[in-house]
């Protein structure tokens, strides 16, 4: 089902939703306008750092490694398909209103508004924070920027502009609080864990599982020894 259900499973705000969202709305139309177009840009900018910067510039341009920049460019991939994947079957499995669609309903008649579903969780802080954790793991495994402060500076960076993109969908009233939560979570922990759980624990561990194959005494002919290292 590739487009979103038309009638919400879910409506409405929960925990402290509701509180946040008339804190938090911005009142008029076009600031509301305004916020979502400035959130915009950190999450079209979400492959800057992970999928061009670190590797073909800062990878293979100044240290000149190109196994590394194959490396990172295909944990970023990595990354992003799993956020970009869940985000898709989370919008679709929840089907929950967003607040501004609501909000159009409870104004003007049902023919004037569209029933927007897909809420939750927050797509745009998923893949912005999923940037942002593969940004964080990344510069914490390799001094990709040759400074510790500028690595932890590149971390900060991306954090803050995927933060960014979730208060600005609040902002917006494109999403609930709860939504903009668990996109960053989720988002950042599937950024973070790509790397560090699948490509850099293995490294930090000691060498890897290594065996070899090769004919030896004290037998002839169709003896093998079997050597390993752990």
């Known amino acids: 089902m590739m487009t979103p259900p038309t009638d919400a499973r879910w409506q409405g705000g929960v925990l402290f939703d509701d509180a946040l969202r008339d ?7 076009s600031g509301r306008r ?22 073909l510039i800062a990878a293979y341009l100044v240290h000149g490694d190109g196994k590394a920049a194959l490396n ?4 970023g991939l990595e990354a992003f398909s799993y956020s970009g994947f869940l985000s898709f079957v989370s919008t679709r499995a929840s089907a929950r209103e ?7 309903r409870r104004q003007k ?12 969780w927050s797509g745009h802080t998923s893949i912005a924070a999923a940037s942002a954790g593969v940004t964080c793991a990344n510069h914490r495994a390799m001094p990709l920027w040759g ?3 500028a690595d932890a500076g590149a971390c900060a960076l991306a954090t803050s502009g995927a933060l960014f993109t979730g ?5 917006a009233d494109r999403h609930y609080t709860t939504d903009v939560i668990a996109g960053f979570g989720i988002g950042f922990g599937i950024g973070y864990a790509v790397p560090t759980l699948l490509h850099y624990t293995g490294n930090k561990k000691g060498p890897d599982l290594s065996l ?3 004919p030896g005494a004290p037998c002839t002919g169709a003896c093998v020894k079997l050597a390993g290292s752990f």
């Open 109 to 120: 008649s049902a023919e004037d508004c569209s029933v927007d579903t897909e809420a939750f």
């Open 147 to 149: 400074h510790p402060i």
């Open 23 to 29: 804190s938090m709305r911005l009142s008029s139309e």
């Open 72 to 75: 990172l460019e295909l944990i």
């Open 34 to 55: 305004k916020a979502r177009s400035l959130g915009d840009l950190p999450y079209y900018a979400a492959p800057v750092l992970p999928l061009i910067v670190d590797p």
């Open 98 to 104: 967003r607040p501004d669609s609501a909000e159009c």
């Open 167 to 171: 208060v600005s969908r609040i902002l």
């Open 212 to 214: 070899s194959v090769s």
